[in-house]
């Protein structure tokens, strides 16, 4: 992969709040809640009688508003706010959301979540035309199609610009009169509508962010639509009629905090059940459950309880330390694992110990905890994974995007078993993980993205195919042999209409 489209990757979190007194606070709120999906910038956009008003920073949402003037200098009724992952390079402010845009005619705050598969593309065919980017991320380049656009109204300049972009995104935008949100033709990522009990409305990444402002949830936001709230309250429209639920498997299996429901779907409760179909399909003589803290302590309390084994707390996880899988670098990766975790000695010495963990990528992590729990005594270290292994590259927006950074695409199980020292290993099987995820929906792999485990990506890979195609090795050819499986999978049209409803 080029490091040119490296550079615009991206995972993130989106807030906004329209017709609350204390806006930018109750959006910094939100962020809060949705910290674990970016760290390392944030910003908040208020709209103060149609003036828009912006803040934002490097670091943690606590450090870029550390200053209680900043909160109070955002006025208005009315905000939106970021919180932002970036990879290698593109750390800058110029990249902090949300981006404000001054026109002669209004100005527009913007944010987005996701990765857009052509943005390099139209990044260049826009700075042909003569378009100037301030930034390196895919963002902006829905606000230069929209300027462009020749379309009358703002509404329809906007929904020629969403059929222009692919990937997937959840975008939010705040003009002078309205918030407006988003949504991919394949809802990779999540977005939800909620409710205040002052009439509020607020748009957010994750139902915890909801939840943690008081906001009832009225509705996820569906493939293809876009939700305009102003003082009138909402209304949903449709940008696309040809959309088909993807959404990404790891907002499930890693990325979504335990408290949020996406499509109705409770993340602890599916993690749960990974765990328990873990457990009948890779059963392990042992004494204990120990899950890696915190993202799989759902899943190991499925496995034990499926398997009559103690769940017991074998790993302790520093809280001050950044999650590894989203540090920027392989060497902060690396540092992260050996500050984050340590091993109970009392617990597991002379212990046939299960170490339940959500998904190995690079294999860093399973290395150090495998060695962790022999240095602390344990007799047998059986590692259970409650996903697939992470075999392809993820183009829609999460920080796996070369083949060669995924070590499941390079060893067997066999293998990798013997490179992290475990006495077993074993994955959680596809099919396992549709069941115990559980959207029911009537789409390929029951409305889920699985892309990571078998190569079959649902959209055209665009910028990305040539890239992926020549990094494809001999035994990948024989897998793939359509190379790009969404040619036969996914066939028929560019999208497949399937709407979903809520689910139990």
């Avoid at 915890?208 to 639509?225: K, S």
Wanted: charged share 25%; hydrophobic share 40%.
């Amino acid at each position: 992969m080029s490091a040119e489209l490296e550079d615009i990757h991206e995972e993130c979190g989106i807030f906004g709040v329209w017709g609350h007194p204390d806006a930018a606070r109750l959006t910094y709120f939100g962020l809060h809640a949705l910290q674990h999906r970016g760290q390392e910038g944030a910003g908040i956009v208020s709209n103060d009688d149609g003036t828009l008003i912006g803040h934002r920073g490097l670091g943690l949402l606590t450090q870029v508003f550390s200053d209680e003037r900043e909160i109070v200098r955002l006025k208005g009724e009315n905000a939106i706010g970021h919180v932002r992952y970036a990879t290698a390079g593109s750390g800058t402010t110029d990249n902090i959301q949300p981006f404000i845009f001054r026109f002669h005619d209004g100005d527009v705050a913007l944010c987005h979540n996701g990765n857009l598969t052509n943005c390099v593309s139209l990044r260049k065919n826009l700075e042909d035309e003569g378009a100037i980017f301030h930034s390196n991320s895919d963002t902006e380049v829905l606000m230069h199609l929209v300027r462009r656009s020749s379309r009358p109204t703002f509404m329809e300049k906007l929904k020629e610009a969403l059929n222009a972009v692919h990937g997937g995104f959840a975008y939010l935008l705040m003009t002078e009169h309205s918030m407006i949100g988003a949504l991919d033709p394949n809802g990779f990522r999540p977005l939800s509508l909620g409710r205040m009990t002052n009439g509020a409305y607020v748009l957010a990444s994750e139902t915890c962010a909801l939840d943690i402002v008081g906001a009832e949830l009225v509705r996820n936001i569906q493939p293809g639509e876009i939700v305009v709230v102003d003082d009138d309250g909402y209304r949903i429209t449709r940008y696309t009629t040809h959309t088909q639920l993807a959404i990404c498997s790891m907002e499930f299996i890693y990325f979504a905090r335990p408290d949020s429901d996406i499509y109705g779907v409770n993340v602890h409760s599916a993690r749960k059940r990974m765990g328990a179909r873990l457990a009948q399909e890779a059963p392990v003589d042992a004494d204990m459950v120990i899950g890696v803290p915190n993202s799989s302590l759902s899943a190991a309390s499925g496995y034990a309880e499926k398997s009559g084994l103690p769940n017991e707390m074998g790993l302790i996880k520093n809280q001050y330390v950044a999650r590894t899988f989203i540090q920027p670098t392989q060497a902060l990766r690396e540092q992260g694992v050996r500050m984050k975790l340590s091993a109970v000695r009392g617990v597991v010495k002379g212990k046939k110990v299960v170490v339940i963990d959500d998904s190995i990528v690079r294999g860093t992590t399973s290395k150090r905890i495998v060695r962790l729990l022999r240095e602390a005594g344990a007799a047998q270290v059986h590692m259970r994974i409650s996903s697939p292994p992470l075999r392809y590259p993820c183009f829609y927006g999460i920080d796996i995007s070369t083949t060669k950074e995924l070590i499941a695409s390079k060893k067997s199980v066999e293998e990798i078993r013997e490179y992290i020292g475990a006495d077993s290993l074993a994955f959680l099987s596809l099919d396992g993980l549709i069941e115990s995820i559980g959207l029911g929906a009537d789409a390929p792999y029951g409305g889920l993205c699985v892309a990571y485990f078998n190569g079959d990506y649902p959209t055209a890979l665009d910028d990305y195919e040539d890239d992926f195609l020549r990094s494809l090795t001999p035994e990948d050819r024989v897998r793939l042999p359509e190379f790009a499986l969404y040619k036969s999978n996914y066939a028929g049209n560019e999208y497949a209409h399937c709407p979903v409803g809520e689910h139990a």
